[in-house]
């Protein structure tokens, strides 16, 4: 059976010890949840993830969701239950704001929290993951009526969210959408079509359903421009706000996938459902951004909290599994071989699976700090800092922290070799759930030309200068301190390579916007490297501050290893990414489309 | 439905042009197989791979294979009557000495011939697969009895072969195995013991099962120099030498696994059963290895032809598949959108995807063409080079292959977004079959051990010597050509990077072996880097000469785009494998075992 610990000690000292969480207790909702009830609060996520979320997370993936011919869904056995203990813990709601019945605490606790839940069982948390992003759509653009009528329920978990953007011919490019909206004559709208690939679209562990969807008003301009967002509830509300006529929407089928099985993916067949306009006509697709950038930093913490799980797991395995003896002479003379963790590739796929979890922890939380930031401090200077960090750090959180989730849960599962293979000990199952992750909010490709096409040049580069200048200083400030001198030489060189893809691009992708689309997916784990790298410098700088004052625990001495071990062994590849970049389009598209 | 359509052309290109294949007739075999016979045995086994075991590959993975009560095991529908085209074809005595009734034709042929095969089924292709294995062992080690007894039935495919090694509380470590041998009075023994993960280990494709199992003769020494070699046929044989009484081995359990749903896993359990030692007392390990080597280039081929068909349904779908524009403008104006075969970052994988299968292809060709000239020449110092160059390249190509197979496929999937993770398009089945050939025949770690713990110091450095000379002397003899500098170029820093992770290994490695583990699969990697290099050059400067002598075809043209693909954006990832070398095992020994 896999194992399971909430790792509440690393996202306290990241919390506290690294980003100085307390210097925040001037922000609404902060001083709510000052250091000891932050603890308190990661210790019982703690206790809902290990005793009740991941129990049932290989139930989920061997029993799946079943559709019954009138569409219904029934969940898996237990989810409902945990759900409901989810729900009624008040998890939902974390830091939505107190007059829609949330608890108004900082992103950062929700972010903390939603780690732990999700390595737990990360089917299962789709269920309110998806309504959260939902809430914050109809937060964003509903009317004061629509978040009345919606947010409080929803916030409390009795009613759930979707979002219904994809449709068979058309993902990536929304523009192509078909889905219908005709005027009711009510002030509603008649919406027809089909969605495909909804997550959590139709199951048996809410009262109703609120699916935002994305269609086109009869007459509206083609393309995205011509794109509305619509409210449309699963059951229509009585005059009482409460569920009650059965809308005409209805789960057609739900896909086979390769993994997530404990979550239902619906095609939704809507056949003139009544639903509601939220924000402005042909406003659509930015509504349902507000929706696509939250999902997207909790799509990275699914990368993340994926890869720690089958570290975790592998380590566990690393230490009771003997084969083999160490190269420099048997460790456990008394057994018949040594427990495999002795041997240095095995060590190299654990040092470096916990060298991005934790500095992947680490970049999560400060963006999270930022997002509190930029939606609550009361300085529009700091709010600014804060959001542009915010809209930087995004698609690489997504992409780089789901493409290492992934390739590390296979790491894991190659430490346990052929017991990796077979479905009993939950490896493939890691691997299964974690591949979703680099796919949907937006493939890894289209986070990788949003960072280059977008998120660069936006204010002139505003955000991504910032960026440079506090690594720069940070290596700058600490040049002299010998202790710090392997972090920041190795994170200096990495700065100076990102730089020099930066310039390249400015002067290579104006005139041929083919070599931003080449060099994208390159200078995405670029920057991340340099991110992740700067995490770890600032991680070993606590480290070393704590050995210095003598207060100094095992996990300080552990932090600066680690942050080591990334400096010499993966920071190197920031080279590569450079060179890759610098090569430009042309062998890439030379081939005609024929020759493939 | 996934699409595939065996790359014929591109194997003459390799062996013809490239490799020159007409040159080695006067090995015993090739003369039958001629270029004109050797086109025809190709496209024979196109048609098969393509029409017979292709359309099997999903009803395999859906399907499974099913276990009764009784021990016995029903293969997915259709299995057994394609399997039945495959014998009665021919195909497994391909490269069998005619004596036991094979066609004595090239290994060469057979492997060209076993990746279309692998990659249109490779659950189904494990079946024989496995049989060519034990044939393998028996006549290498088998008495001239058993080699009569055994090997004309298994060539004819009548019946087929596995390999027990593997038990519950060993796989790498054979050392420790428990499987007991019992002389039984009548010159044979009685085994006793479990196995598991044994692949064929019992289905209903063929009228008797030769199991070749390792075991420990009673009183034998411990560790691996007491393990000893059996055959245990399924039923043994009757006074005529057909099967008769069943032996009383049976398969317990069939294992859950995460791909090759088609092939039988099983547990197998031996109590009593009848054994033929096969090989000297003791000797079993070594005798093994002559399956095993054989085995480990079958599954580095098995991870070429998962990158292959992945790559042929990623381009099928990226030219068919419309959404979003070209960067440089509409490239299907009448289309609502261009196909996405036009976006940068869908080129990029598809290049890559391409670049690593056709240089591995031309690896695994020149590696079975100086399997052939080892086992079949008459001038002593051809066969040791060439067995040499097979010792070498053996674990480059089962670790590189493999790793790149599965990456590979998961990028094909990625090309698919959404569609890729649902199991209708088949891209999942690739990438969940493709996974096991990085664990089976030594987890990809053990290779990369092999590689720099035994093979590089062998015969003091010879082998990578002639390589590392070859390499060089290709460079060198091109430098002055400038149509081939773009290549020397990059390839000589390759092997530049190579050669300086080979002179540190030599000097820290000795006193420090953690140092040798610890730089291991970074080392294998920078090797096939090199290697696959190698064969990128090869491939340009025979383009080149075909373009000069004004015989080129547009396959020509097409290699040097992606032969220049390689060089600028594959082969630059050598340095950073040199930097993780050179950084020695230190930071990543360091942490105490209880800091995990």
Redesign the interface.
């Known amino acids: 059976m896999p194992i399971y610990k909430a790792p509440v000690a690393d996202t306290l000292f990241v919390l506290n010890d690294v980003l100085g969480y307390e210097r925040y207790s001037n922000l609404p909702g902060f001083s709510d949840a000052g250091p000891d009830v932050l603890e308190a609060i990661l210790e019982e996520a703690a206790k809902l993830a290990e005793n009740v979320m991941h129990p049932l997370n290989r139930v989920g993936d061997e029993e799946g969701c079943v559709r019954s011919a009138d569409g219904s869904v029934k969940t898996p056995k237990g989810f409902k239950q945990a759900y409901d203990q989810y729900r009624e813990g008040g998890w939902m709601g974390l830091s939505i704001p107190e007059e829609f019945g949330g608890q108004g605490l900082p992103y950062t606790v929700h972010s903390a929290v939603g780690e732990y839940l999700s390595s737990a069982n990360m089917a299962l948390m789709m269920y309110p993951g998806l309504t959260q992003g939902a809430i914050a759509a109809i937060l964003a653009h509903g009317s004061d009526e629509q978040k009345q009528t919606y947010v409080p329920k929803m916030t409390e978990g009795v009613w759930t969210g979707t979002m219904n953007l994809?449709e068979p011919h058309?993902?990536?490019?929304l523009?192509?959408l078909r889905t219908k909206a005709v005027p009711n004559g009510n002030g509603g709208y008649k919406i027809s079509g089909q969605k495909?690939?909804i997550s959590a679209g139709e199951h048996d562990m809410s009262e109703n359903i609120i699916h935002l969807v994305l269609a086109r008003i009869e007459g509206a301009p083609e393309g995205v421009k011509g794109i509305s967002l619509f409210i449309v509830p699963k059951f229509k509300l009585d005059a009482d706000g409460n569920p009650g006529e059965r809308n005409a929407v209805v789960c057609g089928s739900i896909?086979?996938?390769?993994?997530i099985h404990g979550n239902s993916?619906c095609v939704m067949n809507y056949d003139e459902a009544e639903g509601y306009l939220i924000g402005q006509e042909h406003g659509g697709l930015k509504a349902m951004f507000v929706m696509m950038n939250e999902a997207r930093l909790g799509v990275g913490l699914q990368g993340l909290s994926m890869g720690e799980i089958a570290y975790q797991n592998a380590?566990s395995y690393?230490?009771e599994r003997?084969?083999?003896r160490s190269?420099?002479g048997p460790k456990a003379p008394d057994k018949?071989?040594d427990?495999i963790?002795v041997?240095?590739?095995?060590?190299?796929k654990?040092?470096v699976m916990?060298a991005f979890n934790e500095a992947g922890r680490a970049l999560v939380l400060w963006t999270a700090l930022k997002s509190d930031v930029a939606h609550r401090s009361g300085d529009e200077a700091d709010r600014q800092a804060a959001d542009d960090h915010l809209g930087l750090m995004t698609p690489i959180i997504k992409g780089v922290l789901t493409d290492k989730g992934?390739e590390h849960a296979?790491m894991a599962?190659?430490v346990f070799?052929?017991h990796?293979?077979?479905?009993?000990h939950g490896m493939?199952q890691f691997?299964?759930d974690a591949?979703?992750a680099?796919?949907?909010e937006g493939?890894?490709?289209i986070q990788?030309?949003d960072l280059v096409g977008r998120k660069l040049a936006l204010n002139g580069g505003r955000a991504v200068q910032a960026f440079f200048k506090e690594v720069g200083d940070f290596c700058e400030e600490n040049r002299a301190d010998e202790t710090m001198a392997p972090f920041t030489k190795s994170l200096k060189k990495g700065l100076n390579d990102l730089q020099a893809a930066t310039i390249w691009l400015m002067q290579n992708a104006m005139q041929?916007?083919?070599n931003?689309?080449?060099a994208?997916?390159d200078y995405l784990h670029l920057f991340g490297l340099v991110a992740l790298g700067y995490m770890w410098a600032r991680m070993a700088k606590t480290a070393q501050e704590r050995i210095v004052e003598g207060t100094s625990r095992?996990l300080h001495e552990?932090k600066l290893?680690?942050a080591?071990?990334y400096f010499?062994?993966v920071m190197?590849?920031t080279?590569?990414h450079l060179?890759?970049i610098s090569?430009g389009?042309d062998?890439?598209?030379?081939?005609a489309?024929d020759?493939?």
Chains 1, 2 share one sequence.
């Open positions: 994809t058309c993902g990536t490019d523009g192509m495909i690939f896909e086979e996938k390769m993994g993916t380590v690393a230490k003997i084969q083999g190269l420099s018949k071989a427990p963790i041997h240095p590739d095995i060590r190299r654990l040092m916990r992934f296979v599962q190659q070799g052929g990796g293979y077979i479905e009993e493939s691997v299964r591949r979703i680099q796919i949907y493939a890894n490709g990788a030309l041929k916007p083919d931003a689309g080449a994208s997916t095992p552990n290893v680690t080591r071990y010499e062994r190197p590849e080279a590569a060179a890759r090569a389009a062998s890439m598209m030379a081939l489309e020759a493939f």
